[in-house]
């Protein structure tokens, strides 16, 4: 994947100066300058799994065969489309959780002069997508299709974001049945769903062909938020690009869902009690009693279960474009993918 990026940057930089150059819109100047600046820091930044993941599995489908310049093209142009989702709902999703850093830099919504401009921002970066989607897919046999995924994908996602917004208001009812719903709708669909349905609609498949297999994006997603989760508490900020902040947020996490299941009714009392503040003596109440329930033991355990199991599902399912998913997963075993 290394030698895909600089090629996938490029087509970063096309895209970026049509959004610029857009007719449709006069821009100022400084308004003009405003969306470059807010683009270059919020779309580019990550590890671009999401977008790359579209090259590979079309590259897959297409039997190994080389991919014609357009297809290549095309291929890149849909993963920046994810990317630009992507950054919309970081930008969104930072001020809901009044988050301070992301990607190892200031939410953007905490940089000077931009507060909650930022909002205005968020729905820029979503209304670009249909803009590229115009530009590039109109008048392909596919193009509606397109549309209706990606709406359809950001829909379940923002459904997602609703059940764990709204989930630490009643903290009792944390579960994993609640959880994996929260992780499916909210990360598992665009993450790796989406990518792939992108891949599949560009080679000519119809989706409804493949809903059998949307339970393996889902395993994917819970693998990946689950690590999510875990470095939000033990990872070092140095290294996720963030400040984790699951504890005093009160989220829905894996960590605080398996506490509950571990802990005797003086723990769970304990956790009631401090969980969700935003303190720095309940926090360190929260991850002592992590401690005690050994809940890093508990993820080790988990974590090299899961994978193995996906490994198996992975390489060995039958569609290639499933199959291409591989070496990203390989490679995001080390740390989440970045959100």
């Known amino acids: 994947m290394s030698d895909l990026k600089p090629k996938f940057m490029e087509v970063y930089s096309m895209l970026k100066s049509e959004i610029l ?17 807010m683009l270059d820091y919020n779309v580019p930044k990550g590890k671009l799994y999401r977008g790359m993941i579209v090259i590979l599995s079309y590259k897959a489908l297409k039997e190994g065969t080389e991919l014609s310049n357009e297809e290549f093209f095309l291929a890149c142009v849909l993963g920046w489309c994810i990317e630009w989702l992507q950054a919309y709902l970081l930008v969104l999703d930072d001020i809901m959780d009044n988050s301070h850093v992301r990607r190892g830099q200031p939410c953007w919504f905490r940089q000077p002069k931009v507060g909650l401009i930022a909002i205005n921002d968020g729905i820029l970066l979503r209304n670009h997508v249909t803009r590229i989607l115009r530009n590039h897919f109109k008048g392909k046999p596919y193009y509606v299709d397109l549309l209706d995924l990606f709406n359809e994908v950001e829909f379940q996602t923002s459904s997602g974001e609703l059940i764990d917004l709204i989930s630490g208001l009643e903290r009792e009812n944390y579960s994993l049945p609640v959880y994996h719903r929260i992780v499916e709708y909210k990360s598992a669909y665009y993450s790796f769903y989406l990518p792939v349905a992108c891949a599949l609609l560009m080679a000519g498949e119809n989706l409804d062909k493949h809903v059998k297999e949307k339970g393996i994006f889902i395993e994917l997603g819970d693998y990946f938020q689950i690590q999510d989760d875990y470095l939000d508490c033990y990872g070092d900020p140095e290294v996720i690009g963030k400040v984790g902040t699951d504890i005093e947020d009160g989220k829905c996490s894996w960590l605080v869902v398996k506490a509950l299941e571990c802990a005797n009714e003086e723990q769970k009392k304990l956790l009631y009690e401090n969980y969700g503040k935003a303190d720095a003596e309940c926090v360190t109440k929260v991850k002592e009693l992590y401690k005690v329930l050994d809940l890093q033991g508990i993820y080790a355990e988990y974590e090299s279960k899961s994978f193995e199991k996906l490994a198996k599902s992975i390489k060995t399912h039958p569609s290639k474009a499933i199959q291409a998913l591989w070496p990203i997963c390989a490679k995001g075993r080390s740390m989440a993918v970045k959100r």
Do not use: K, L, M
């Not at 150059?21 to 600046?37: G, I, K, L, M, N």
């Open 21 to 37: 150059q857009d007719p449709a819109f006069e821009s100022t100047e400084a308004s003009r300058q405003w969306v470059e600046h």
